[in-house]
């Protein structure tokens, strides 16, 4: 059912390995139609296999004007022509089908190639609305090489119904001049110069402005503009003419931005035979967990953010992300997180003809500490807890457990907050921190002080004989204070007074936390707000 086990460790390209980089660019010029296509008659949607019909075009206004934006090969082949006039083309072919442009689809689309593209490798970036960057750099040999990867990328995208050309250079300006300009394939390094020198100005990625100025100079082909003296190119054209040639000759590095994090630590199973039952997905979860663990062990440290990447047949790519309190490096902990995760997205998890590669991510890790635990089992306690906390985040999401921080303020609605149990769990059971808690305060607070009427108040500093609150008039007869809190220095007093606290009991034992807000002889007017009850 396995075909073995892949690891690896990502780590940035430095600006010294520039020279060794190997980017692999995508250009997919008939996106939008493609994803109409695929839709319409599914994957064997080709020219050859789809029913006769229609060419399709996309159409979108621009200038007060409904233009065409998108067209199919078999468009293509009739003369139609992008930004010509609907009606224009009605003209030409009465019965062409025209659809309504939606970029957002179109993003959707790129951006579930990118996540099929994530099996080549993890730096993935988008190129625009038409195009991918892959760095392929020291990945190419699993796949049998540069060449070789390059036909399988373009084999499978075309049996999933997607026109593609593409091309692998030392640059990510080269391989994208390449792969629109030119006829694709791998450019060795030494070759630079000779494929870049017939390609047109317009294979530089300049603007339409600079194009057509470079072009009424008889500037045409980036070969005229490497002859060309630079400081003059620079006066008349500007330093963004230059600083294209450069990244497309490999001088000047251009780094690309992968679309998700980069995980620090994966490993992953390619199948012989696709799986898709739950039981099975977990089993095989399970084996590249242990595969995990000697990479973890040897840097020292434990997952606290995983990551299970499913690659549907199809090209559907599945995310599932479950994370710890503590750093996590067992197996079967592990295992248990997604035991519960599958469980929760149970749904929303189309397995179709099954997943052909599955791969486990250690999206953020720590230290490991390794403790013994106490005669009285305190670590054992702890480590119960964090598991309960983990499997329960696991099947219900990280914000049904919340545990609370104090936070630096005096003021009690300021003073505590409400944190994941998974996030603020982790910090308090590390070293044996204390439960946060304060000293002489009520048992229940209320979420927003409550406004009351007080009476026959001693001054300056003491509390009300009595009271009426919700409805009610409640006669004092213990009371301690007063205790003053205020705002924190930075903040303006007087929109915030300072508040003097009282912890008083009534005739029928009732326990209350109240407040003066304002201070006598100060402000001119003082009120009482009820803030919390005790037991």
């Known amino acids: 059912m396995t075909a073995g086990f892949s690891l690896s460790a990502h780590q940035p390209t430095l600006a010294f390995q520039a020279n060794a980089q190997r980017i692999l660019a995508l250009h997919f010029p008939h996106l939008p139609t493609d994803r109409i296509s695929r ?10 296999n789809r029913p006769e019909t229609s060419p399709i075009v996309c159409s979108g206004r621009h200038a007060n004007t409904m233009r065409l934006t998108a067209l199919d090969e078999a468009a293509e082949a009739i003369n139609l022509k992008k930004n010509m006039g609907v009606a224009e083309a009605r003209a030409i072919h009465p019965t062409i089908e025209v659809i309504e442009e939606d970029p957002a689809a179109d993003l959707r689309f790129l951006e579930g190639i990118a996540d099929w593209c994530d099996r080549y490798t993890p730096l993935v970036a988008l190129d625009g609305r038409d195009g991918l960057f892959l760095d392929i750099t020291g990945c190419a040999h699993l796949f049998g090489g540069e060449k070789a990867l390059l036909k399988d990328i373009l084999s499978r995208l075309f049996q999933m119904g997607i026109d593609v050309r593409g091309a692998i250079a030392s640059s990510p300006g080269l391989s994208w001049a390449v792969s629109r300009f030119g006829h694709g394939g791998v450019i060795d390094a030494d070759e630079t110069e000779r494929v870049v020198a017939p390609l047109p100005v317009a294979a ?27 400081a003059p190119l620079t006066r008349r054209f500007g330093a963004s ?10 001088t000047d ?4 931005s992968p679309r998700l994090p980069v995980a620090s630590l994966s490993a992953e199973r390619r ?23 000697p990479s973890l062990e040897a840097r020292g440290v434990g997952g606290r953010v995983f990551e299970l990447v499913l690659f549907r ?14 750093p996590i490096r067992e197996p079967r902990r592990i295992a248990v997180l997604f035991t519960e995760r599958l469980q929760a997205v149970h749904d929303d998890l189309d397995a179709g003809y099954g997943f052909e590669i599955l791969r486990l991510n250690v999206l953020r890790h720590e230290t490991f500490d390794t403790a013994q635990s106490d005669f009285e089992g305190h670590q054992q306690n702890d480590a119960s807890l964090a598991a ?3 499997r329960v985040s696991a099947r219900l999401g990280s914000d049904c457990l919340r545990t609370f921080q104090l936070r630096e303020s005096h003021l009690p609605e300021r003073a505590v907050t409400s944190v994941p149990a998974i996030d603020g769990l982790s910090a308090r059971i590390e070293q044996g921190n204390p439960l946060p808690s304060r000293s002489e305060r009520p048992t229940r607070l209320l979420k927003k002080a409550e406004p009351m009427d007080a009476f026959a108040i001693e001054v300056p500093d003491g509390a009300p004989a009595n009271f009426h609150w919700r409805r009610m008039r409640h006669r004092v007869v213990k009371s301690e204070g007063p205790e003053r809190l205020a705002m924190e220095w930075w903040l303006d007093s007087a929109q915030a007074p300072p508040r003097d606290y009282f912890r008083v009991e009534d005739d029928r034992g009732h326990r209350f936390w109240i407040y003066r807000e304002g201070l006598y002889g100060h402000d001119e007017k003082q009120s009482w707000y009820m803030h919390g009850m005790f037991a």
């Open 271 to 293: 199948l012989m035979e696709p799986v898709a039952a739950e039981e099975e997905i977990l089993a095989v979860t399970d084996q590249i967990a242990h595969a995990l663990k």
């Open 39 to 48: 839709k319409k008659w599914g994957l064997a949607w080709r020219l050859r």
């Open 204 to 230: 530089l990625r300049l603007s339409d402005d600079t194009i057509a100025a470079l072009t009424k100079m008889g500037l045409k082909y980036i070969g005229d503009l490497m002859e060309t003296p630079r």
């Open 241 to 250: 003419v230059l600083l294209r040639l450069d990244q497309v000759l490999g």
């Open 388 to 390: 309960f906390v983990d």
């Open 313 to 326: 047949v199809d090209g559907k790519v599945f995310r599932i992300a479950a994370g710890t309190t503590r």
């Open 253 to 256: 590095e251009e780094p690309i």
